[in-house]
């Protein structure tokens, strides 16, 4: 009976709250919407990032220490035999700049790298896998064309010894990824050792599925997770906060509910009394307006929900199509979705609380008896 | 109405409010008031304006705390049960009737007189009929699903004293019950309201300025310089 009501309370057509109630329903519905689909959209745009970097960088995991050009094959070979294996291979990445021009030097990378078996690198023209030369994304260098490079030491800004190398480019390739094209150039793992004059690689590994990650010993082993921890702990940072700027729309909404309800309290002091005379407890009473805030906030967050599937089903319609060409697969995850309702729902019934917990000891002979107590 | 119900006995009620906001000095209403209302009878408390006759019956059921003195129904001092003792009395064993005709605003006549049922614990169905059979046993028959801004002043009233009979109550507290209706209205609330309470055998307990109506109760007492006295 309580939740009747309530629910009058908060919706019926004759009552002066029901406007407030629709616009707090409402309020939080939009925000809802807009947390959870701001949240589904960051996720897929760093799912398809993190996808990205994945598949060109290369591996799932990469081996802690490095090998001899001769170990890292065998070690590749043996671990291509297994069924989770997608691929294996070595490779090593060494720093250098390239100069444009005279004044114009510009960071890159070699990455060494058997390209066996890739099929997410294209051959644009030439041989990417020359002994003698080098290849060069089509966003770089034309075919044929000589480049000047400067080798540095990893991890430093300038070489200890610099050494500077003119090579020609013998291939070009592509990518889908264009940091890769922009950043990357790619050496067969033996020229590259000439080049060094070392011969130490790590062997990638590409699974057929994540989840087999854990099969892996984890002291050969590294994840790129691991491996690029400060990347994935700065995205999800990232993701957090705009979840968390989000809810503040959620706190002003609830800040509204908990004065609608200070101001429903007051408008019902009649009622409230004559609630009491009909056997109604304080506890009563707090309950049912604690109930109010609750059935508002539940139906605004129903809105909300609804109005999420509505938006994912016409997401792929209303996107732009650079989004789209990305391949983003929007999908809520249920766990913060009952996480950020089950939120909601109690701070609104907190905001409720709050908002009657004082003004809820009605003195039910003064509010009856008014004038006419003495 | 509880058959152990044998009636109301107020001994040496006294009852006081601050004089100032400061509360240091004390303006004494009620003294050592003794009054005995009996099963099934009803009772008038007539007096001026200002004089305590609201004041006596918010304590003799239960919405006052007097300074001193004990308010027993069924062999049990009301003020000193607890919330939840006073509000299942008030709801299984009260009845109340304002001045005003305070309606849950929300609510239609029915659910108005429903809901006094269902608080008291009357299954849904129980509360439904017998809130249907008062409404219309107060010529409200037609006016089941009208809610309180589509009724008249008399409407209304006759909607709460509906409201307070529908737990079958021991005891049915009236304050003005027609103090704010016009002459027509006033004597058709107050003739229904007494052949309702002496159809059912229920107790009353009435505070009026109007000398006529009380003198329609079984007894009438007047309040006057803090003390009640028999007749008017």
Not at chain 1, 103 to 108: Q, T
């Given at each position: ?374 | ?39 099934a009878s009803s009772v008038a408390i007539v007096g001026k304006s200002g004089s305590g006759k609201s004041t006596l019956l918010e304590i003799t059921a239960g919405l006052l705390t007097p300074d001193s003195g004990t308010v027993t129904l069924n062999g049990v001092n009301i003020h000193t049960l607890t919330d ?149």
């Amino acid at each position: 009976m309580i939740g009747h009501i309530a629910w009058r309370y908060a919706f019926s057509k004759t009552n002066k709250n029901r406007g407030v109630s629709l616009r707090i329903a409402a309020g939080l519905a939009i925000a809802i919407l807009a947390i959870l689909v701001t949240l589904s959209i960051m996720q897929a745009l760093q799912g398809a990032q993190f996808d990205l970097i994945r598949r060109y960088e290369s591996y799932d995991l990469s081996t802690r220490k490095e090998y001899s050009l001769k170990e890292a094959r065998v070690l590749a070979q043996e671990l291509a035999t297994r069924p989770t294996v997608k691929r294996a291979f070595v490779y090593e990445d060494v720093n250098v700049l390239l100069q444009r021009s005279r004044n114009e030097s510009i960071p890159f990378r070699i990455r060494a790298i058997d390209l066996e078996g890739n099929t997410d690198i294209t051959t644009i023209s030439g041989d990417l896998h020359s002994h003698d030369g080098i290849a060069l994304s089509f966003m770089n260098r034309y075919y044929g064309d000589e480049v000047t490079l400067t080798f540095l030491r990893s991890g430093k800004q300038v070489t200890q010894v610099p050494k500077q190398q003119t090579f020609r480019v013998t291939g070009i390739f592509a990518t889908h990824w264009g940091e890769f094209d922009q950043s990357t150039i790619l050496a067969t793992p033996e020229f590259v050792s000439t080049l060094i004059g070392s011969e130490h690689v790590k062997v990638g590994v590409i699974l057929n599925d994540e989840k087999a990650l854990s099969s892996f010993d984890n002291e050969i082993f590294i994840t790129y997770k691991e491996a690029n921890q400060a990347l994935y702990q700065a995205m999800e940072l990232e993701q957090k906060m705009m979840g968390l700027l989000l809810f503040l729309l959620v706190l002003v909404i609830i800040l509204h509910l908990h004065t609608s309800s200070k101001r429903l309290v007051h408008a019902k002091q009649r009622e409230i009394a004559l609630l009491r005379t009909l056997g109604f407890e304080e506890r009563h009473i707090i309950i049912l307006f604690v109930t109010v805030g609750f059935i508002v906030a539940f139906i605004g967050s129903i809105g909300g929900l609804l109005l999420t599937f509505l938006f994912f089903l016409i997401f792929p319609i209303i996107a732009p199509p650079a989004l789209m060409s990305l391949g983003l697969t929007l999908t809520l995850r249920s766990g913060e979705v009952l996480l950020l309702l089950a939120l909601i729902l109690a701070l609104s019934s907190l905001g409720s609380y709050r908002g009657i917990k004082k003004v809820v000891h009605v003195d039910i002979t003064e509010i009856l008896g008014h004038d006419k107590l003495l | 109405m509880t058959n152990s119900f044998n009636g109301v006995h107020l001994e040496a009620i006294t009852k006081s409010f601050p004089a100032t906001q400061a509360g240091n000095d004390r303006l004494l209403i009620l003294d050592s008031i003794n009054l005995e209302i009996e099963r099934a009878s009803s009772v008038a408390i007539v007096g001026k304006s200002g004089s305590g006759k609201s004041t006596l019956l918010e304590i003799t059921a239960g919405l006052l705390t007097p300074d001193s003195g004990t308010v027993t129904l069924n062999g049990v001092n009301i003020h000193t049960l607890t919330d939840q003792g006073r509000a299942a009395l008030r709801s299984l064993e009260m009845g109340f009737i304002f001045q005003a005709s305070y309606m849950l605003s929300d609510f239609t006549a029915l659910e108005n007189v429903q809901i006094a049922a269902l608080i008291a614990g009357a299954p849904k169905a129980e509360a439904r009929r017998a809130a249907a059979e008062l409404l219309t046993r107060v010529g409200l028959g037609d006016r089941l699903d009208h809610t309180s801004d589509q009724l008249s002043g008399g409407e209304r009233q006759r909607v709460v004293i509906a409201r307070s009979l529908v737990n079958n109550p021991s005891i049915i507290f009236a304050d003005e019950p027609t103090g704010n209706l016009d002459e027509e209205n006033a004597a058709l609330i107050e003739e229904l309201l007494l052949t309702i309470v002496k159809e059912r055998s229920s107790t009353l307990m009435l505070v009026t300025h109007n000398s006529q109506f009380a003198q329609r109760l079984d007894r009438v007492y007047t309040l006057s310089e803090r003390r009640l006295t028999e007749g008017m």
